[in-house]
C-alpha cells in the first residue's frame, strides 16, 4: 500500500488552540447513499479524506487471507486509465497523497491535498476507486511482494504471535486471520479473487467518506456528486452481518522459533465499539497496561522486578467483540516468571484493588493528552471515519473527555471483575525451546 507523503511538518499541524473544543461533524448523504462526515478546520489550507466500506479482511475468502489487503494496494497503485509509472508521476505533479489500508472490518482510501489542488485530488480518488486496473504484472508483483514479507515474518515473533492468537481466539471465525495473509493463504490468490471481492464490497451504501480540513460541505458536496454520480449499489455483505466469536478461555499456543528472547501474549474477547460499558473499560485498560510507565504492568513486571523492557496491554473492537491483548517480550529463562507476575496484577484487579488515585491519573492522563489525538486533519478523519462506519454518535468527540471524566470507581471494579480474571485469559509463547 502506497503514501506520497509529505513532510512531517505538514503532518502535525496544529489543529486549535483549545485543547477540548472539537468542532462538530456535520453530516451530509450523496444520492448513491454514500454518508459523508464533514469537520472544518480552516486554520490550514489543506483537506484530508478517508473512504471506509465493508471490505476488510473479514470478506476474504476461506484460505485466502490477504486477498482485501492485495485489493487495497492495486486500488492505490494504477487505474484503467493510468498506468504504474504515470499514475505515481500524476500524483506527485499535484502533491496529492493517496493510500489505501486493511483492517479485519474495512478497507479504507485515504487522501490528502492541498486545497488549492482539491480537485484533482478528488478526480483521483475517484478513479482509483471507480476505475481499476488489474494489471496482471503489478498483481503479481505486489502478491510476490506480500509473500517475501510472509516469508520473513516466520522469523518474527511478534508476527507470530500475532498469527497465533488471531487462530486461537477467533478460530473458524471470519476474524481468525491476520489481514495481510500467510504464505498458505497468498498463494492460493489470484487477480479474480480480488475482483470478486471488489464487485461484492466496494459499493457505497454502508460507506462513509470522512473529510477534515479548508472547505466547506457546501463546497465538497457537488465535487462528490459529480464524481462519484456513477457509483451504485449495497454490499453483498454488511459490517454487521457477523456472528459474536466464541469466547475461548485458558487456552494455550507455542510457536517454536530459534530467538533469544520469548514473545507472550495473553489475550481474551474485549468489548465491542458501541458496548455501553466501553469507557470504563478504556480507563481500565490504561491503568492494566496502556498508560505506559505509568501503568500496573509496567511497575510490576518492568519497574520492581526488571522481567522486560517493556510490557503493554490493549483492545480493539471491532464490529463484534475483538480482541483485549496483554503483550510482552523477555529473556526465556525468565518468560514464566513474567507470565505469574502478569496474572497475578490480573487478579489483584479483579478482586478489585483498584483505586481511586489510579483512577484520578489515568483520567487525567488521557484528557489530558486527548488534544495530540486530533491535531492533523489525518488523526482527525481515521477518528471520524471509525465513528461513522461503527454507528457512533457523531458528538463521540465532542463528549469524548466528558465520558472519560464520568467513570466511576464502581464502575472501574466493575469492568476489573468482568474482564481480568486470569483464568479467562488464553496464552500464546512464541521461543525456543518451549515446554
Known amino acids: 500500500m502506497r503514501y506520497r507523503l509529505f513532510t512531517l511538518v505538514l503532518l502535525l499541524l496544529p489543529f486549535t488552540p483549545s485543547a477540548h473544543a472539537v468542532p462538530a461533524i456535520q453530516e451530509a448523504h450523496l444520492e448513491n447513499g454514500l454518508r459523508i462526515l464533514l469537520m472544518e478546520a480552516h486554520n490550514v489550507p489543506m483537506v484530508s479524506m478517508r473512504l471506509t466500506m465493508a ?9 485466502k487471507g490477504g486477498t482485501a489487503s492485495l485489493l487495497a494496494s492495486m486500488l492505490s497503485d494504477h487505474t484503467s486509465q493510468h498506468a504504474h509509472e504515470t499514475w505515481a508521476d500524476l500524483l506527485d505533479s499535484d502533491a496529492i497523497q493517496l493510500g489505501s489500508d486493511v483492517g479485519r472490518d474495512e478497507l479504507n482510501l485515504s487522501l490528502t491535498t492541498l486545497k488549492d489542488v482539491l480537485k484533482p485530488g478528488i478526480d483521483a480518488l475517484a478513479e482509483a476507486l471507480l476505475q481499476p486496473g488489474w494489471n496482471s504484472k503489478r498483481f503479481a508483483i505486489m502478491k510476490q511482494d506480500a509473500l517475501a514479507s510472509a516469508q520473513k515474518e516466520l522469523e518474527d515473533a511478534g508476527a507470530q504471535a500475532s498469527e497465533a492468537a488471531a487462530g486461537l481466539l477467533f478460530a473458524g471465525h471470519p476474524y481468525g486471520h491476520r489481514p495481510n495473509g500467510s504464505l ?36 465538497l458536496r457537488p465535487l462528490l456528486e459529480k464524481k462519484l454520480a456513477d457509483w451504485r449499489g449495497a454490499p453483498a455483505k454488511g459490517l454487521n452481518d457477523i456472528i459474536p466469536p466464541q469466547a475461548v478461555r485458558g487456552k494455550h499456543a507455542d510457536v517454536q522459533l530459534p530467538t533469544s528472547q520469548t514473545q507472550v501474549q495473553l489475550l481474551r474477547l474485549g ?44 483492545f480493539a473492537p471491532l464490529a463484534t467483540n475483538g480482541p483485549f491483548v496483554i503483550s510482552l517480550s523477555t529473556r526465556g529463562d525468565q518468560a514464566g516468571e513474567a507470565e505469574g507476575v502478569v496474572r497475578t496484577v490480573l487478579a489483584e484487579m479483579a478482586a478489585g484493588k483498584v483505586t481511586k488515585k489510579q483512577l484520578t491519573a489515568s483520567k487525567e492522563n488521557l484528557t489530558g493528552s486527548f488534544a495530540q489525538r486530533m491535531d492533523s486533519n489525518r488523526e482527525r478523519v481515521s477518528l471520524i471515519a471509525m465513528i461513522g462506519f461503527y454507528n457512533l ?13 464520568a467513570v466511576s470507581l464502581q464502575q472501574l471494579r466493575e469492568q476489573a471483575a468482568a474482564y481480568l480474571n486470569p483464568d479467562e485469559w488464553n496464552r500464546v509463547r512464541v521461543g525456543a525451546g518451549l515446554k
Open 184 to 219: 498458505a493463504s497468498l498463494s492460493q490468490i489470484e487477480l479474480d479473487d480480488l475482483k470478486r471481492l471488489y464487485a461484492s464490497q466496494v459499493k457505497p451504501q454502508g460507506a462513509v467518506l470522512a473529510v477534515s480540513g479548508d472547505i466547506t460541505m457546501d463546497e
Open 393 to 405: 454518535p457523531l458528538d463521540y468527540l465532542s463528549v469524548w473527555t466528558e465520558r472519560i471524566d
Open 55 to 63: 471490505a476488510g479482511s473479514r470478506f476474504d475468502a476461506a484460505n
Open 271 to 314: 468489548p465491542t465499539r458501541g458496548d455501553a460499558n466501553f469507557f470504563p473499560a478504556f480507563v481500565l485498560n490504561h491503568i492494566l497496561g496502556g498508560g505506559g510507565f505509568g501503568s500496573r504492568l509496567m511497575e510490576e513486571v518492568r519497574e520492581k522486578r526488571g522481567l522486560v523492557y517493556g510490557v503493554y496491554s490493549y
